[in-house]
């Protein structure tokens, strides 16, 4: 365990804490929004770079996505679990290896043009497009027949592939091993959302990223909601959408979606009752709202990692000593004590202790002499003689502070300069996505609860690994965990997958997250879950 710096980071965990409270005004938006419209109000984060279900990567997108957008099924608002969506029903046979949606009936898109089997199969198709380039295809290519040999070349006619429309309701799903949890991927993540190729090819083709088709006037939607407005930099407005086949039972007129990354701006606007709920709270009020408005302080477990990922290509990071001397300097507890303060827990390994039943048996452990000793080795004894390195972060307080206390931490246990640079969410992504970074903040959340949603994204040619590393034993075991048909088996290859993350570490792990932010009493039906995720079809707001 690596040296405290309390002082120094309790000192700047002071600074932070203010003396501000919210005024008794407290509490979110009307419940209408003017008139008699259902309106709910959400801090959003930063801008959303794109609304293409297949090219994003981020939580403030999905947030927005998910509105738009339904898959064959949807998860239960309360514990996740697969529920039917724009499939009413399905059959799994050949031992866990075919599965058969049955669509329902008359599911169309906003613009009234119907969705069928076939959509799908060409949604997939483009998904799996390597001149489309989407990150997550891998979540088609682990498992489906045949998906894997298109994207790579070496099989061309995509009818060879593992989907099949039976007729225009009926889709088969043709698995290359069975796969226990599948049915959470498709229910959790984009990747799996059928898009409207009808409009796509009309706005430059199905291999283009970023085309005008995800505007306002163009998108169509298969979700509860329809895009009304999107005014860059301040909010996207969604709209019920009246062709949905559950739109009796939707109650929400529309969402706004406030991108705000002052996170003590968007405090500000939720105390005066002009949002509904919070993105995140300011360090500097978790407290107040803790022990003062508990009746609108949300903390929960959140699955995921916040991490410093590291550009091994880049020098001093490419010494795995500079790495891991880097790892042991930073006194994880006081971060979470002292910075965080909303019950983080500092992490040792990549994996999230008790996901689905597996906590990694690795861990991260030594000292600040050992530090020191293996930066001595590199060749940089006290951190004479080693280039400054800098640190690439989006716009967040949070994110400022914790990287000026590892800053600190740095500097002292080992003589080490950070420089910080600051970038704007879709910068920053593009950065870190070119690789064009030498140490970046990342933060990784569940896509579904299942360990291996937090390790499959360290496999070498995973389109969401911007560290430069790949370890063929890895990579390996990450295609033997696939193909594991005992789930005690396949936990034990994480094992090892998490013990070679903590060997050669090309990610600095630094704490597992809560979920922590403000919400009006008026907000009903949001449930507390694991992801954080909560459908919007079972939300509504009540007048007090």
């Known amino acids: ?22 005024s008794a005004g407290i509490g979110g938006a009307s419940a209408t929004g003017g008139g008699d419209r259902m309106v709910l109000r959400l801090g959003n984060g930063s801008e959303p770079e794109d609304l293409d279900p297949q ?57 009234g043009v119907p969705i069928t089997a076939q959509t799908f199969i060409s949604s997939y198709r483009r998904m799996l497009n390597p001149a489309f380039a989407a990150q997550y295809a891998n979540f088609l290519y682990d498992y489906v027949v045949n998906a894997k ?23 088969e799903v043709r698995l290359k091993f069975p796969v226990p949890y599948l049915l959470n991927i498709i229910s959790g993540h984009y990747a799996w959302s059928v898009v409207p190729v009808h409009v796509i090819e009309s706005f430059g083709g199905l291999d283009r990223q970023s085309t005008e088709w995800t505007r306002p006037g163009n998108l169509v939607s298969s979700g ?30 529309a969402i706004e979606f406030h991108a705000i990354s002052d996170d003590a701006a968007e405090e ?97 452990s030594g000292t600040i002499e050992e530090a020191r000793r293996l930066l001595e080795q590199a060749g940089y004894p006290g951190g004479r003689g080693m ?62 609860v299942h360990p291996n949603s937090l390790l499959e994204i360290w496999e070498g ?30 936990y034990e290859v994480y094992q090892r997958m998490d013990e070679i993350l903590v060997e050669d570490l090309p990610l600095i792990p630094i704490y597992h997250y809560t979920r922590v932010y403000a919400m009006s009493p008026r907000v009903r039906g949001v449930s507390t879950n694991l992801l954080d995720n909560h459908p919007y079809k079972y939300i509504w707001l009540a007048d007090e």
């Open 268 to 364: 500000r606007l939720f105390r005066t009752g002009q949002l509904d709920m919070t993105y995140t709270l300011p360090l500097s009020k978790i407290d107040v709202y803790r022990t003062e408005y508990p009746d609108q302080f949300q903390n929960s477990p959140y699955l995921g990692l916040y991490y410093y990922v590291m550009n091994i290509a880049r020098p001093p990071l490419d010494d795995p000593r500079v790495r891991r001397a880097l790892a042991l300097a930073i006194d994880r507890e006081a971060i979470v004590e002292n910075i965080t303060r909303a019950g983080q827990s500092p992490a040792y390994a990549v994996s999230y202790p008790g996901t689905a039943g597996y906590t990694p048996r690795a861990r991260l």
């Open 461 to 490: 040619r995973n389109g969401n690994n911007h560290t430069n590393w790949a370890n063929p034993e890895f990579d390996q075991l990450y295609q033997e965990a696939l193909a594991t048909p005992s789930e005690e088996r396949r």
């Open 55 to 111: 090219i994003i990567t981020g939580i403030t997108e999905h947030r927005i996505v998910s509105a738009l957008f339904e898959g064959l099924a949807t998860p239960d608002p309360v514990d996740l679990s697969p529920l039917p969506g724009l499939a009413e029903s399905w059959d799994i046979a050949d031992e866990g290896r075919t599965y058969t949606f049955h669509l329902r009936d008359g599911i169309r898109w906003s613009d």
């Open 387 to 448: 280039p400054p390195i800098e640190l690439l972060y989006n716009t967040s307080e949070a994110h400022r502070s914790i990287a000026e206390a590892i800053q600190a931490m740095w500097r002292t246990n080992l003589g080490v300069d950070l420089r910080l640079a600051n970038q704007e969410w879709a910068v920053y992504l593009d950065m870190t996505e070119q690789k064009n970074f030498q140490l970046a903040r990342a933060g990784w959340i569940a896509d579904y």
């Open 149 to 171: 040999e298109y994207y790579e070349g070496t099989v061309t006619d995509f009818s060879q592939v593992g989907f099949r429309a039976i007729d225009d309701r009926t889709l």
């Open 1 to 22: 365990m690596a040296t405290r710096t309390l002082p120094l980071v309790l000192s700047l965990a002071l600074l932070l804490a203010g003396c501000g409270r919210p």
């Open 224 to 253: 509860a909601f329809i895009l009304k407005e999107w005014l860059h930099d301040q909010r996207i407005v969604v709209e019920r959408n009246p062709m949905y086949w559950d739109a009796a039972n939707v109650r929400l007129d």
